[in-house]
């Protein structure tokens, strides 16, 4: 299931700081292919590279979240970003999102950090910060039905159906990892999950 779109619902306030992330992201992405792996190195979160100067690698707990392992990386993390985002930049506010969806990704960077902190693979991507926005999207509107592609039909699915199933998968997909000190070869599952679970918390504080 692939989710293509939302209902549409009255905002109260224009959801600046999803587009703008989401730009950011984009930018960056094109920084990437220009300037090459050295620039992906530089900026990625390595645990190993963390563990021993926590001081001087501690900028790219915030920069990992803006690089991407690919086209189809950035596009599908964009797509749920547009899709879930702006429903709740406009239940939090502008200010509280930007500050939801960095502790989010934060806490996603920290999760794959603790069950592996010699690794030497770099952690990259916005899926962290967004596993966060899902959970909150889940908590503040599970009724939302969600438009998803499967196979060559569009059907309506329940939100709180649509992103369960994805955080079934994660939870799945790491706890087979964990044999393998949580190195997912390339997908950051346990991070997946420390955003989502991250997001569950923070949703609750942030909604009042």
């Not at 329940?158 to 994660?170: D, E, H, N």
């Amino acid at each position: 299931m692939i989710p293509i779109g939302d209902e549409r619902s009255k905002r109260r306030i224009v959801p600046f700081f999803t587009f703008i992330f989401i730009l950011i992201n984009v930018v960056v992405f094109f920084l990437e292919v220009s300037r090459g792996d050295a620039f992906i190195v530089k900026w990625a979160f390595v645990p190993s590279r963390f563990r021993a100067d926590p001081a001087g690698q501690f900028i790219t707990i915030f920069t990992s979240m803006f690089l991407h392992g690919g086209w189809m990386h950035l596009v599908s993390n964009m797509l749920y970003l547009w899709i879930f985002g702006d429903n709740v930049e406009d239940r939090f506010g502008h200010l509280k999102f930007i500050l939801f969806y960095l502790l989010s990704g934060t806490l996603a960077v920290f999760t794959q950090y603790l069950f592996n902190p010699i690794s030497n693979v770099p952690l990259v991507g916005a899926s962290g910060a967004i596993a966060g926005v899902l959970a909150a999207y889940m908590i503040l509107f599970p009724s939302k039905n969600v438009r998803v592609l499967m196979g060559l039909w569009i059907i309506r699915v329940r939100a709180i159906i649509v992103i369960g199933l994805w955080f079934v998968m994660q939870l799945l997909s790491g706890y087979a990892l964990l044999d393998n000190m949580g190195d997912g070869g390339g997908v950051a599952y346990l991070a997946h999950i420390g955003g989502f679970v991250g997001g569950l918390v923070l949703t609750l504080i942030f909604r009042g």
